[in-house]
């Protein structure tokens, strides 16, 4: 079946600072990627839609200056958090569409946990 | 928009016993309907989605769950649960096969032995 990897699993960072999180189709070619935030023990909220090629397409309420979405490549797609602050710590997770027998289904990744401290 | 709602947060069943956990969803034409689960530390699994067609939908690991268009609901059923079945369950709604998915706020299941 299709996977998706995200890297790094657990990150610590210091308030302020910017933080990457990769998200990778590894056996296949992903032209849309969604980004969710899971806060603990709460459901996953929709962050934005990334496009390869194209600007991402955030939710409302989602600032876009401060998660910066790339999706240079059709295997990966990234998600900047910048100036993180403690309030950013969460559980960030992505998925991809998989194209299946002429339809798509979403693959998720294990998702990355955040602490800002 | 669409939206989903699990009005559960927690539920507690024995081993052995049957399971539904209850999903209704707000959407205008017909929905694309989701069940993930995700075990703690573990990223989400999809048991079962339905597109189209028989409404009643088999998925992995035992579980089925019906979609009622009279009742906008898709409830999960499982005829015995496990004790490995003990996780956060959510139901979840897309616009379309290629489109975004809206997570409702997801049902915990507790298993007693």
Redesign the interface.
């Known amino acids: 079946g299709a996977v998706v990897s995200q890297h790094p699993s657990r990150v610590i960072c210091k308030s302020g600072t910017s933080v990457k999180i990769e998200c990778r189709s590894l056996d296949f070619q992903a032209t849309?990627m969604?980004w969710?935030r899971q806060f603990p023990?709460?459901?996953?909220?929709?962050m934005a839609?990334s496009n390869e090629g194209s600007k991402a397409t955030y939710e409302q309420g989602v600032e876009k200056d401060k998660f910066l979405i790339n999706h240079a490549s059709l295997t990966l797609s990234t998600l900047t958090v910048t100036s993180a602050h403690p309030e950013d710590s969460s559980f960030y997770?992505c998925?991809a569409?998989y194209p299946l027998a002429g339809?798509?289904?979403?693959y998720?990744?294990?998702?990355t946990r955040l602490t800002v401290t | 928009a669409q939206s989903v709602t699990q009005p559960d947060i927690h539920i507690t069943v024995s081993e052995g016993a049957s399971l539904e956990l209850r999903c209704n969803y707000s959407y205008g034409a017909t929905p694309y309907l989701f069940w993930y689960v995700q075990s703690p530390g573990q990223g989400l699994q999809l048991l079962l989605k339905y597109f189209s067609g028989d409404t009643l939908v088999q998925g992995i690991k035992g579980f089925e769950a019906e979609f009622k268009r009279s009742q906008s609901s898709f409830n999960l059923r499982k005829p015995s649960v496990h004790w490995s079945d003990a996780a956060e369950y959510f139901c979840a709604v897309g616009a379309g096969r290629d489109d975004k998915i809206i997570f409702g706020k997801g049902t915990r299941l507790h298993i007693l032995p």
């Open positions: 849309t969604f969710y023990k709460q459901s996953l909220m929709l839609t997770i998925s569409l339809s798509y289904e979403q998720f990744g294990p998702g």
